[in-house]
T-cell receptor, first 112, second 115 residues
Framework: AQSVAQPEDQVNVAEGNPLTVKCTYS??????LFWYVQYPNRGLQFLLK??????LVKGSYGFEAEFNKSQTSFHLKKPSALVSDSALYFC??????????FGAGTRLFVKA | DVKVTQSSRYLVKRTGEKVFLECVQD?????MFWYRQDPGLGLRLIYF???????EKGDIPEGYSVSREKKERFSLILESASTNQTSMYLC??????????????FGPGTRLTVL
């Protein structure tokens, strides 16, 4: 069965510092991996995805994620955090079928 | 831009009422989904539909039903609302499985409170 783990409920980082939001997954077959962001009182917004190819995926707003097959991880990163990056981030995995499994979410706080 | 709209942002209902949540997408997507979002639990799939009049149960279908009479519209029905159905409900759509754009596009959500 598919599963996604986001081991941190909350990540705190100072503005200008690099940020990492962690995600590990379990899926049979080749994984399709996604990151979504949710700003307050809004729906989820797609950030980036890994389907195949380069392990480093670049997405919206300067975010990137690194796919590591041996560690079954797909961590979200940004070299320099902004206060406006403060939001709830969800990692998700899909095995090529209809269903996508979402992690519990990680709340990112960026302090000025 | 893909647009997914939901009929209400906030809704307050009483226990036992029948509740309809409507979702409309404008990108001719085949797949549509209903999730509920609860703190610490992430998003859990209630139902999905991969074509008109087709529906499949997700992980937590109990107490819910759905209707898809037209491609652009996917309705979630709470047959008899209960307090444990107080939650944020998110609708999403996506192109068919296997197409290159297979991320989901989400509506703004409906925060339902059942008293």
């Amino acid at each position: 069965a598919q599963s996604v783990a986001q081991p941190e409920d909350q990540v705190n980082v100072a503005e200008g510092n690099p940020l990492t939001v962690k995600c590990t997954y379990s899926v049979s077959g080749n994984p399709y991996l996604f990151w979504y962001v949710q700003y307050p009182n809004r729906g989820l917004q797609f950030l980036l995805k890994y389907i195949t190819g380069d392990n480093l995926v670049k997405g919206s707003y300067g975010f990137e994620a690194e796919f590591n097959k041996s560690q079954t991880s797909f961590h979200l990163k940004k070299p320099s955090a902004l206060v406006s990056d403060s939001a709830l981030y969800f990692c998700a995995v899909r095995d090529g079928g209809f269903k996508t499994i979402f992690g519990a979410g990680t709340r990112l706080f960026v302090k000025a | 831009d893909v647009k997914v709209t939901q009929s209400s942002r906030y809704l307050v209902k009483r226990t036992g009422e029948k509740v309809f949540l409507e979702c409309v997408q404008d990108m001719d997507h085949e797949n549509m989904f209903w999730y509920r979002q609860d703190p610490g639990l992430g998003l859990r799939l209630i139902y999905f539909s991969y074509d008109v009049k087709m529906k499949e149960k997700g992980d937590i279908p109990e107490g819910y039903s759905v209707s898809r009479e037209k491609k652009e519209r996917f309705s979630l029905i709470l047959e008899s609302a209960s307090t444990n159905q107080t939650s944020m409900y998110l609708c999403a759509s996506s192109p068919p499985t296997g197409s290159s754009y297979n991320e989901q596009f989400f509506g703004p959500g409906t925060r339902l409170t059942v008293l």
